[in-house]
C-alpha cells in the first residue's frame, strides 16, 4: 500500500490513460478522476488521508491532465461511458467514485445509465445544473465557439470543448435526476466563483439519495480544505452513504 501518489500509464480503449493506484485494502474501491485544469495531482493532498482506508485509483480523463484525449470522447455522456469501461479495466465491481470538477456530470450520467454499477458518488463545482448556475467566465467558455481547431496544440482549448457539450447534454441531465437512486454526497465550496453553490442545491434539490456539505473554501475544495474534504468522504465510504436520508451540512 502506498501513502503517495505515483503515476503510471495503462492503454484503456486505445488511449494512453495517466493514473495512480494506492494497491490498498481489497475493499472498498475509490475511483477518483481529476478536476480541470488540473490533473490528478490535485489529490496528493487528501491521498495520505484515504490511501489508509480504501484502495485508490486515480485517473486522469482522456483529454485532461496527462492522458491522451480522443474528440469523441469530450462531453459528458460520452465521458461517463468512458468512466464505465474504467471499471472494468481495473475490474472494479461497485466503487465509490470521486469526482469534483467536470466529473461531477459525467459520473451522475454514469450512475443513471448503470443502476446498481457504482456503489456511490462524490461530487462538486461541476456546473451539472441547468440552466446553468456558473459564474460569469465558466459561463462564458460554455457559451463561447468552437476554438479548437484554430489552436491544436492547445490543451486547455481542446479541453473546453467538453464544457461546449453542456447546452445539449445537462438539460437530458437534469430529467435524469431524479432517477438517480444511487446516494450522492455533494461538497461544494461556499465561495466558489467559477461554479456557486446554487449549482450544489439544485443537484440536491432533484437526487432523491443527496447529501450536501458546504466548505468555507473557493472553487479547489479538496486542495484548499483537504483535512476536512478527506473527513467527509471517510464517513460516506465508511456507513454515511448507508443512511438513505438526505442532509446538508455547513462547516
Avoid at 495503462?10 to 490498498?24: E, F, H, Q, T
Avoid at 495531482?41 to 491532465?65: C, E, K
Avoid at 435526476?177 to 466563483?193: H, K
Wanted: one cysteine or more.
Amino acid at each position: 500500500m502506498s501513502s503517495e501518489l505515483t503515476v503510471g500509464y495503462r492503454a484503456v480503449d486505445g488511449l494512453r490513460i495517466r493514473y495512480a493506484d494506492s494497491d490498498g485494502p481489497a475493499s472498498p474501491h475509490l475511483v477518483l478522476t481529476s478536476p480541470w485544469p488540473g490533473s490528478l495531482h490535485a489529490f496528493d493532498p487528501i491521498w495520505p488521508r484515504l490511501s489508509g482506508i480504501a484502495r485508490l485509483l486515480a485517473i486522469d480523463l482522456p483529454g485532461f491532465g496527462r492522458s491522451e484525449r480522443r474528440a469523441d470522447l469530450l462531453s459528458p455522456m460520452a465521458m461517463s461511458r468512458f468512466l464505465v469501461r474504467i471499471l472494468q479495466e481495473w475490474d472494479l465491481p461497485d466503487p465509490h467514485l470521486i469526482c469534483p470538477g467536470l466529473g461531477t456530470p459525467a459520473a451522475l450520467f454514469a450512475a443513471a445509465g448503470h443502476p446498481g454499477r457504482i456503489r456511490s458518488l462524490v461530487i462538486g463545482g461541476g456546473a451539472a445544473a441547468w440552466p446553468p448556475q456558473a459564474g460569469r467566465t465558466l459561463e462564458e467558455m460554455i457559451d463561447a465557439p468552437d476554438g479548437g481547431a484554430a489552436r491544436p496544440q492547445d490543451r486547455a482549448a481542446e479541453a473546453a470543448r467538453y464544457l461546449r457539450s453542456y447546452p445539449g447534454e445537462l438539460p437530458l441531465l437534469a430529467g435524469l435526476l431524479p432517477q438517480v437512486f444511487t446516494p450522492v454526497q455533494i461538497i461544494a465550496g461556499r465561495n466558489d466563483p467559477v461554479v456557486p453553490v446554487a449549482d450544489a442545491e439544485f443537484l440536491h434539490a432533484r437526487l432523491p439519495n443527496s447529501r450536501l456539505d458546504v466548505l468555507g473554501t473557493g472553487h479547489l475544495a479538496c486542495e484548499e480544505a483537504p483535512g476536512r474534504y478527506a473527513a467527509i468522504i471517510n464517513a460516506w465510504i465508511n456507513g454515511g452513504y448507508l443512511t438513505g436520508n438526505t442532509g446538508m451540512g455547513r462547516t
